[in-house]
């Protein structure tokens, strides 16, 4: 039987622990951290999402980044204006436009926080990676993080009025770090890097969105340096029936295990919870799949899961091995953050 403990103190982190980027602003959520292990501590790099605190004076103030300068202004809209439809707390959308939003509310960037039990973290008090370029100029989401021979690689979504892009950061210490530009393009997410080359290619898996036809599935892409990708194919599809029947992404970056590739990933169900469940994968062919979660290996049921920003939310991010066992961080409803944490031979043994 699957032996998987949420943390007693679950949610580990919240908006409420995270001070603002700014005066202006208030922090909104602390969610969907990436993780690694450096020197003896575990780092989350965690996606904070903030907005500005005075919006009741029948205007709503959207941060925006100039993406020529670098800096932070402010778009102020009237909500009386009936060119936009306010009725979404998160985004604002045109009502004659066929775009899914024009801006979002709030504004993310990725903040870390460092804990030598993994459970209890200090929250640095600036941004770590803030948005600053026109792909980035709706903020920057959901960072994952692998380690490569040293060199930690931090994948991020990148929000603006050109749609969604994967970016690509490296550092080596988590206290600089470079940016490497973006990897996909437009609408692609949930994207991790493997940790090893695998017979002299890196692999990544993402999650490409059609604006046509098709759920949105997980891919696998093969590359020889990390920023151009290529020999793009699908890995694993949506099932009808099940609990990853409307979408499905991936989560953790893959670990090896004697097994295979052990990869953590979220699905969505037809009333739209997201849940957890893991695929094995060939160690020297990742695009096999050997096995997959029949059911979820954790899905929203406590009360902190349920309710929140976006509610009935299980969406893990982030995974190091402590005491025998992978600690998993998950992000919590759109707003904080969780710690499950179980044996990898338990996870195995869910797979046959």
Request: hydrophobic share 35%; aromatic share 10%.
């Amino acid at each position: 039987m699957m032996n998987i403990k949420r943390c007693k103190f679950n949610p580990i982190v919240t908006c409420k622990d995270v001070v603002p980027s700014s005066r202006d602003f208030e922090v909104i959520g602390a969610f969907n951290p990436g993780a690694a292990l450096y020197k003896g501590e575990i780092v989350l790099a965690m996606r904070v999402a903030e907005r500005f605190k005075d919006n009741n004076d029948g205007h709503i103030k959207i941060p925006v980044i100039d993406g020529q300068s670098a800096a932070l202004k402010t778009v102020d809209l009237d909500k009386e204006d009936d060119r936009y439809d306010f009725s979404d707390s998160r985004v604002i959308k045109e009502k004659d436009s066929c775009c899914d939003f024009v801006y979002l509310t709030s504004m993310s960037h990725v903040r870390l926080a460092r804990s030598t039990d993994g459970v209890n973290f200090k929250i640095e008090d600036k941004p770590f990676i803030f948005p600053e370029n026109r792909y980035e100029s709706f903020g920057i989401e959901d960072p994952r993080i692998t380690e490569i021979d040293g060199s930690y690689f931090i994948t991020y979504s990148s929000v603006s009025q050109y749609g969604i892009v994967t970016s690509l950061a490296v550092t080596s210490d988590f206290k600089d770090y470079k940016k490497l530009g973006n990897i996909f393009e437009t609408e692609n997410k949930d994207v991790v890097i493997f940790p090893e080359k695998i017979n002299g290619r890196y692999f990544a898996l993402n999650r490409p969105v059609s604006k046509s036809t098709g759920d949105p599935v997980i891919w696998i892409s093969e590359s020889y340096d990390l920023l151009h990708w290529g020999n793009h194919r699908i890995l694993a599809c949506t099932r009808k029936g099940h609990w990853d029947s409307e979408k499905i992404g991936a989560g953790i970056p893959p670990v090896k295990t004697d097994r295979g590739w052990l990869e953590l990933y979220h699905g969505v169900d037809d009333q739209g919870h997201y849940s957890m469940g893991a695929l094995l994968l060939d160690v020297n062919c990742p695009s096999r799949i050997i096995a997959r979660s029949e059911k979820p290996l954790l899905d929203p049921r406590m009360d902190y899961e349920t309710g929140g920003f976006f509610s009935n939310v299980v969406f893990p991010c982030g995974a190091v091995k402590k005491h025998e066992k992978l600690y998993i961080y998950y992000g919590i409803s759109d707003n904080s953050i969780g710690l499950a944490a179980a044996a990898l031979e338990d996870i195995l043994s869910t797979l046959g």
